[in-house]
C-alpha cells in the first residue's frame, strides 16, 4: 500500500512538474480578425493569425525574399508551367499533405462566398493544374507568368478532404480550422481572442509555446499597459507616444522595421453625378462627383504637409509617402517623391475647377485599425479645412467602417495596405486596377478608380519574364498611376513590436505578428 501511495505521489509530482514546464504566450493586437477562413479576406491581422495554423507553397522571410514552404523547390518547366515539389508534412488531424491539396485550396479561393476582398488575384493567372504524383504538381497559366511563386506566398493550403464548397462559418467554429502549421485551433471569440495549441506532428522547426492566446486589445494605452503589467508577454503596433519611452524601460525590448504597410486616402471615383458626402460650400448638391477631376484630387493632395503628420501624429514612427513602397524596393520609383505641400496651389486648382469658395466634405476611417488612425483623419480635415474645404471627421471601429467602405459608401475615407509580395505589382492589381471580378483584379479598388493605361502597363509587366524589364514597366504603371492621384498616399508606416525582456521578436517587413518568431 505504501508503495503504492509513493508511486502515486511520484506521479502526481512529475505532472505538476509538467504543468508549470508548459508555457503559454499572450500576445495582443490592435484589431480583430474578420474569419478563420484563409481564403475569405486579404486583410493582415488574418493572415497573421492565418500563418500559424496554415501555411503556403512558398514563404516569405521577414525581408520579403521568397523561400521555401510546403513546396520544397520550383522550377519554370516552359513558359506556361510551373512545376512545384511538395515536402512530406501533415494536416493537423494527421492526414498527409499531397498534391491534392494544393489543387483544391487554389480551386475553392474564387468561390468563396461573401468575401470582402478575395484573394482571387494570386490564383486567377493559373488556367489548369496536372498533379503528376503526390509530391508534384504542375501548375499552367495563359502565358508567360514569372511572378506565380510570388503569387503563391499569399496562398493557404488546406486539406481536400474537407470536401466541395466548405463553409467560412465552419472555419470559425473550427470544424475547419485544420492546417499544416506549427499551431492547431482550439478557439476563437470574435473581437475578443483566438486560442491555440502546439502541432507536435509539424514538419519543421518544433514549436516553443505551448499554448498561444491572440488576444484584441484595441485601446494603444490598455495595450501597453498589459505589457507592463505582465498580463501580455508581446504586442503589436507599439504606440507611437510610447515607443520613446519602452526604449528606455528594461522590462521591455522594441524591435522596429519600416513596413510595406502604405496609409492613404481613397476616393469616390464610382459615380459620375453626386458623391454621399460632398456638397457645394453652403451645402447645396452637386450635379456632378468633383472627385473625378483630377484638379480636385491634385488640391486635396498637395493641401496635406506630409512630414507634419510624420512628426507630430507618427512622432517619427513613420515616411512620408508619394508612391506605394518604401525606398529601396524592387519597382520603387527613384525620383517619384511624395507631393509637395502647396495649399496655395491647391486653392487655385480648386478654383480651376469651378470651386473657388470651396467644398463640404466628410472624412471616414477607423479609429482602431491603424497606428493613429483616428489622429490622422482629423489632420488631415485640418489641413483641408485651411483650403477651403470644410471638413468634418466620422472615425469608427473597423469592424463596423469595413463593411461600408466595401460597399463604396463613402466620398472620402482613410485606408492601408501592406504590399505583401513586396514589389508594385501587388497594390497595382489590387488597389488600382478597374474592378473586374473575373480577372480577379481591383479587389479593394474600393474608390472604383479606373485608369486603361495603367491596367496595360500592369498587365505587360505581369507577362514579362525579365526582372529588369518588368521593374520598369511597374514603375511606369506607378507614376502614372500617382500623377493621376488614383488615391492619396500619405506615409509608410514603421512597425514598432515589443516583448517583456527575457523574449525577442524578428520584425517582418510584411507586419505579420507571428508566435512562432517569438522566442
Known amino acids: 500500500m505504501a508503495r503504492a501511495i509513493a508511486t502515486l505521489t511520484f506521479m502526481a509530482t512529475l505532472l505538476a512538474a509538467a504543468a508549470a514546464h508548459a508555457e503559454t504566450l499572450t500576445l495582443a493586437v490592435p484589431a480583430p480578425v474578420t474569419s478563420i477562413d484563409p481564403h475569405y479576406h486579404t486583410l493582415t491581422p488574418n493572415e497573421s493569425l492565418d500563418s500559424s495554423i496554415f501555411e503556403r507553397l512558398v514563404e516569405m522571410d521577414a525581408t520579403s525574399h521568397l523561400k521555401p514552404g510546403l513546396a520544397e523547390s520550383w522550377r519554370l518547366v516552359d513558359d506556361h508551367t510551373w512545376e512545384f515539389k511538395l515536402r512530406r508534412a501533415k ?18 479561393i474564387p468561390r468563396v462566398r461573401n468575401s470582402p476582398a478575395s484573394f482571387q488575384i494570386y490564383t486567377r493567372p493559373i488556367i489548369g493544374m496536372d498533379i503528376v504524383d503526390d509530391r508534384t504538381i504542375r501548375l499552367r497559366t495563359a502565358g508567360v507568368y514569372p511572378l506565380l511563386p510570388t503569387d503563391l506566398t499569399q496562398v493557404f493550403i488546406i486539406p481536400h478532404t474537407l470536401g466541395p464548397d466548405a463553409a467560412t462559418e465552419d472555419f470559425n467554429s473550427g470544424k475547419n480550422a485544420i492546417g499544416t502549421g506549427p499551431y492547431k485551433f482550439v478557439s476563437y471569440r470574435p473581437g475578443d481572442r483566438t486560442e491555440l495549441e502546439r502541432f507536435d ?116 514612427a513613420a515616411i512620408p509617402a508619394g508612391q506605394f513602397l518604401p525606398p529601396g524596393s524592387y519597382s520603387y520609383v527613384e525620383n517619384l517623391k511624395p507631393p509637395a505641400y502647396d495649399p496655395a496651389r491647391a486653392k487655385a486648382l480648386l478654383a480651376e475647377a469651378g470651386f473657388p469658395n470651396g467644398l463640404r466634405i466628410t472624412i471616414h476611417g477607423p479609429n482602431d485599425r491603424y497606428v493613429n488612425d483616428a489622429r490622422i483623419i482629423q489632420t488631415v480635415a485640418q489641413m483641408w479645412s485651411r483650403i477651403g474645404v470644410q471638413t468634418q471627421v466620422d472615425a469608427q471601429p473597423w469592424t463596423n467602417f469595413v463593411g461600408h467602405a466595401n460597399r463604396q459608401d463613402y466620398s472620402a475615407y482613410l485606408l492601408g495596405w501592406g504590399s505583401s509580395t513586396g514589389e508594385a505589382s501587388n497594390p497595382l492589381r489590387s488597389l488600382i486596377a478597374a474592378f473586374d471580378a473575373g480577372k480577379g483584379f481591383g479587389a479593394a479598388n474600393r474608390g472604383r478608380y479606373n485608369n486603361p493605361a495603367v491596367d496595360a502597363l500592369t498587365e505587360q509587366a505581369l507577362a514579362t519574364a525579365d526582372d529588369a524589364a518588368r521593374e520598369k514597366l511597374l514603375q511606369r504603371a506607378t507614376r502614372l498611376a500617382m500623377d493621376d492621384v488614383a488615391f492619396i498616399p500619405l506615409h509608410n508606416q514603421k512597425n514598432i513590436w515589443a516583448t517583456r525582456a527575457g523574449l525577442t521578436y524578428t520584425p517582418r517587413a510584411d507586419e505579420e505578428t507571428r508566435a512562432q518568431d517569438v522566442r
Request: proline share 5%; no cysteine; hydrophobic share 40%.
Open 91 to 108: 494536416f493537423h488531424d494527421g492526414t498527409e499533405f499531397t498534391a491534392a491539396d494544393v489543387a483544391y485550396s487554389i480551386d475553392r
Open 201 to 316: 506532428g509539424y514538419w519543421g522547426e518544433k514549436p516553443r509555446w505551448d499554448h498561444v492566446t491572440y488576444r484584441v486589445i484595441s485601446n494603444d494605452a490598455a495595450r501597453t499597459a498589459a505589457l507592463l503589467a505582465g498580463d501580455v508577454q508581446f504586442i503589436e503596433a507599439v504606440p507611437t507616444s510610447d515607443a520613446a519611452n519602452l526604449r528606455n524601460d528594461g522590462r521591455v525590448k522594441l524591435a522596429e522595421s519600416v513596413s510595406l504597410r502604405i496609409i492613404f486616402i481613397t476616393l469616390d471615383q464610382s459615380r459620375d453625378g453626386p458623391t454621399p458626402f460632398v456638397t457645394g460650400p453652403n451645402g447645396e448638391v452637386l450635379a456632378k462627383n468633383p472627385l473625378k477631376d483630377l484638379r480636385v484630387r491634385q488640391a486635396l493632395s498637395m493641401a496635406i504637409n506630409r512630414p507634419a503628420i510624420v512628426d507630430r501624429v507618427m512622432e517619427g
